[in-house]
């Protein structure tokens, strides 16, 4: 599976969580796929999908799922210490790692070669780390959401990518929409 497949597969599945999701192609296909006032696209920071998503989850009590990549991870490994030594029980990282930088063409990251994010994520301290087959992932996330325990979830799946629009709603308007559903 590719990671937009991946998210038509979980898309039930998180459809009533606060979900962040990670900038570029990520973002444009959960928009595509089943665009929700409580999915908060990032259109332009890279690695900072599971910083947003870890302070939210520690600022109120709803359910906030991270959904980052593998290059995202990388360019900001600071995440993982920082979500070990900040628990939030309704918080889930959900690390799609294809081993590529999908959004610029695919170029492989090292979680591709011989590093695991699995292992750096429980080395950093991270009590409730899951790698996962992308085809055992809906399940696995479901039980993630049920136990409300904060859990990084590294889902392994294939690199590739769709063609698809870039998001045309305003980032004013998105945002706008996601500090409602965060409020009601």
Do not use: W
């Not at 920082?82 to 999908?102: E, K, Q, R």
């Amino acid at each position: 599976m590719i990671r937009s497949e991946i998210l038509r597969e979980i898309a039930p599945v998180i459809r009533d969580q606060l979900v962040v999701c990670n900038i570029g192609l990520p973002s444009q296909e959960l928009h595509m796929i089943d665009d929700q006032p409580t999915n908060f696209y990032m259109l332009g920071t890279m690695g900072l999908s599971s910083s947003i998503g870890l302070g939210l989850a520690l600022a109120q009590d709803k359910t906030v799922i991270s959904i980052d990549g593998d290059g995202s991870v990388l360019t900001n490994l600071g995440t993982l210490p920082t979500i070990a030594n900040n628990v939030a029980d309704n918080y889930i990282l959900l690390i799609i790692d294809n081993g590529s930088y999908g959004s610029t063409g695919d170029q492989p990251t090292y979680a591709g070669k011989k590093t695991s994010l699995a292992a750096v994520a429980s080395a950093c301290g991270c009590d409730n780390v899951i790698e996962v087959q992308d085809r055992d992932l809906p399940p696995v996330l479901q039980k993630a959401i049920d136990d409300r325990k904060m859990t990084v979830i590294v889902c392994k799946c294939d690199s590739g990518n769709i063609k698809l629009p870039v998001i045309t709603k305003d980032p004013v308007v998105i945002r706008d929409r996601f500090m409602n559903a965060v409020a009601s």
